[in-house]
């Protein structure tokens, strides 16, 4: 499994956090960030997109999507399970802001 990138996303396209786990430029991860938002039809019950190059494997919650980019070569159950795994890091994170905050 190669994830390139894990992002979160708004419903709209503007990256509120990103991490590249490869060397890559920064103009190419935006460039496929970017991509992301016209690639995924509204009402559609996948999971995933593929391009030519990479797989993007996501996950909507509410007004965001959680996003891996991965390449095409990498185990789509793997990746699977490191999104679900990042889902609920994102989860736990938000409520420990939440509770913090009082």
Request: hydrophobic share 45%.
């Given at each position: 499994?190669?994830?390139?990138?894990?992002?979160?996303?708004?419903?709209?396209?503007?990256?509120l956090?990103s991490?590249?786990?490869?060397?890559?430029?920064?103009?190419?991860?935006?460039?496929?960030?970017?991509?992301?938002?016209?690639?995924?039809?509204?009402?559609?019950?996948?999971?995933?997109?593929?391009?030519?190059?990479?797989?993007?494997?996501?996950?909507?919650?509410?007004?965001?999507?959680?996003?891996?980019?991965?390449?095409?070569?990498?185990?789509?159950?793997?990746?699977?399970?490191?999104?679900?795994?990042?889902?609920?890091?994102?989860?736990?994170?938000?409520?420990?802001?939440?509770?913090?905050?009082f």
């Open positions: 499994m190669v994830v390139l990138a894990a992002s979160v996303l708004s419903k709209s396209g503007k990256v956090v991490r590249q786990f490869v060397d890559m430029t920064r103009i190419r991860i935006e460039g496929l960030l970017a991509a992301f938002p016209k690639l995924v039809g509204t009402g559609k019950q996948h999971t995933y997109v593929e391009t030519e190059n990479v797989r993007y494997v996501y996950q909507p919650i509410e007004a965001l999507y959680l996003l891996l980019v991965t390449n095409k070569q990498s185990n789509i159950l793997e990746d699977l399970e490191t999104l679900r795994l990042l889902s609920k890091l994102v989860c736990i994170s938000c409520s420990l802001i939440y509770f913090l905050s």
